[in-house]
């Protein structure tokens, strides 16, 4: 939630920006027109200035949306009594129920940025922030939904939308609408422009579009712009009451150091929003994640658009999860003191904190790639480590199944290894939060399996890194279901062959044509898996 904060109009910003200006003697270009060496005009420069957002803006407005959720009602009750007065207690009085009118005032709202179809198939994909979408309609899926979803378009236009895929962990969602549009209505519709994904810096202007008091709904997003205040921003965590104890709640990824923090005005409204660079570029998300409970104001925060951002853009488009890097191990954070003294034979240790493997977990990733414990982390794909939540941000980033470059320090004589991990996945705490309409594998003989720590409801106290593969869903009346095979069984191998991931699991599965199947659990039971009889695996 954002709250009000002091604004500046215009002609002071105007005014500040040409004082700033003034006290500087050169500059070499401004928006690609040369100043040929000599002193420029404050006027001048500050017009130029103003000239760039203004184009910035007129660029991206039509790709950013507004966000209303409308609540729908309940079944009411029909009562034989006649109501007091001639007045119905379950009467309504809204102002207006359509949203395409401009007196329709949603209880929640926020933004959304049209983006390009990952997949080519030219569809209409709007995202924005997954808490935005929570208890909306659901792609393909006949449960009846809390809350409609309407996209509030350029012109006054619109549609109502539903989820393709929402990940909590990185509060990002992607939206369709309902019905196919016209073709017409789809062509109007312009994807943005992502950046080119060069490092922000401090101090770098941006502009920031959105939808602030759900007063966007006539399609035309309000802006502010200002600059980005720091990067790798760390936000308070959020805290929920349960049974009178103050517990805190799953962390998202960003409370391990991804956010941008900017000084732009983010209202109330302003969550899912487009965050530009001068050339109208989306270069980061709008969000409230990081807002104080409680406080009259909040800083501003945006998901930057980087490759790990893109990544699970792509998935969600998909309609997949967005799935997390894991490494099994136990991180911890030394200072400068405890490890010279543990790498004495060491140079170059002037960083005041470095990251080491205090444990690794048998048959993770980690130990697969060789890691042992008290090897030193110094870089996750050559960016440094400070502390234990910068290799948690990294590993997580990188994503389940890809593989990341690991810089280490080893033993008394410090040797330097490079070692190469190929990643499992994150265990997911609230699977029911995570919303997908496909999966990366389709049902095979009734049975889905995924990496053996998948979600945490699976995983072992205390933890450990089975060398399996999960079973995470059993449809019914299947071969698998017949069988026996139960949720949550591990399964480490099939047919002789270990496996301990999806892939290598379904790899050996294609080689099985319509015969039974030996699988072996984790306790070394083994189960024969029968074929399909009506040969639909």
């Known amino acids: 939630m ?12 105007l005014w500040l920006m040409k004082t700033f200006l003034s006290g500087m003697l050169m500059l070499p270009f401004l928006g690609g027109l040369p100043l040929r060496g000599q002193t420029p005009d404050a006027s001048t420069v500050a017009l130029a200035m103003q000239q760039q957002i203004i184009k910035a803006i007129e660029l991206s407005e039509p790709s950013v949306v507004a966000i209303s959720k409308i609540k729908i009602p309940k079944q009411k009750f029909q009562s034989r009594i006649p109501a007091p007065f001639g007045i119905d207690p379950n009467q309504g009085f809204s102002i207006s129920q359509d949203p395409q009118d401009l007196n329709f005032i949603p209880n ?18 709007v995202l924005t922030n997954f808490h935005l979408t929570e208890g909306g309609p659901v792609a393909e899926q006949a449960s009846a939904p809390e809350s409609r979803i309407y996209v509030h378009t350029a012109n006054r236009q619109g549609f109502y939308a539903e989820i393709l895929a929402a990940d909590p962990r990185s509060d990002l969602a992607v939206l369709t609408p309902v019905q196919p549009v016209s073709p017409e209505y789809a062509r109007s519709l312009t994807p943005i422009r992502y950046g080119n994904q060069k490092p922000v810096k401090k101090g770098q202007f941006v502009i920031a579009l959105g939808n602030p008091y759900a007063i966007a709904r006539d399609g035309s997003p309000s802006a502010s712009w200002g600059i980005i205040s720091n ?25 391990f150091g991804t956010l941008l923090q900017v000084d732009t005005h983010l209202d109330l409204g302003t969550s899912g929003g487009a965050l530009l660079d001068l050339e109208g570029n989306l270069i980061g998300v709008t969000t409230a994640l990081a807002a104080l409970e409680g406080y009259e104001k909040s800083v501003g ?3 930057p658009i980087d490759q790990s951002t893109l990544r699970i853009i792509d998935s969600l488009a998909a309609g997949l999860e967005a799935e997390y890097g894991f490494l099994g191990i136990e991180p911890a954070t030394l200072d400068r003191g405890q490890v010279r003294s543990s790498f004495p034979g060491a140079v170059g240790l002037v960083a005041p904190f470095y990251v080491e493997a205090s444990r690794v977990k048998q048959h993770s990733p980690a130990q697969l790639a060789g890691m042992l414990p008290h090897d030193l982390i110094l870089s996750v794909n050559g960016q440094k480590l400070t502390h234990d939540l910068d290799l948690m941000r990294e590993v997580g980033k990188a994503g389940a199944g890809n593989e990341i470059k690991l810089q280490i320090l080893r033993g008394k004589k410090a040797r330097e290894l490079t070692l190469n991990v190929k990643l499992g996945k994150w265990p997911v705490a609230d699977d029911e939060g995570i919303v997908q309409t496909r999966y990366r594998h389709p049902l095979w003989r009734g049975l889905r399996v995924d990496y053996p720590t998948a979600r945490r409801k699976y995983t072992f106290s205390p933890f450990s890194y089975p060398p399996a593969v999960v079973v995470t869903h059993v449809a019914p009346d299947s ?11 591990f399964i480490s191998q099939i047919n002789g062959q270990a496996v301990q991931t999806p892939d290598s699991f379904y790899q050996e599965a294609q080689k099985v044509n319509n015969s039974p199947v030996t699988l072996l659990y984790l306790d ?14």
């Not at 954002?2 to 910003?13: K, L, V």
């Not at 929640?108 to 994909?125: A, C, H, M, W, Y």
């Not at 279901?481 to 949550?488: N, V």
């Open 108 to 125: 929640e709202f926020g933004s959304g940025v049209l983006i390009p179809d990952p997949t080519k198939q030219n569809r209409v994909l």
């Open 301 to 303: 925060y945006a998901i």
């Open 2 to 13: 954002f709250d009000a904060q002091p604004t500046i109009s215009a002609p002071g910003r």
């Open 524 to 537: 070394g039971q083994k189960l024969i898996l029968p074929p399909a009889s009506n040969k639909k695996q």
């Open 479 to 489: 071969p698998a279901q017949q069988a026996g095979l139960k949720e949550g069984a």
């Open 231 to 255: 990067f790798h921003r760390y936000p308070v965590p959020i805290f929920k009451h349960f049974l009178n104890q103050e517990i805190a709640k799953e962390e998202t990824l960003h409370h």
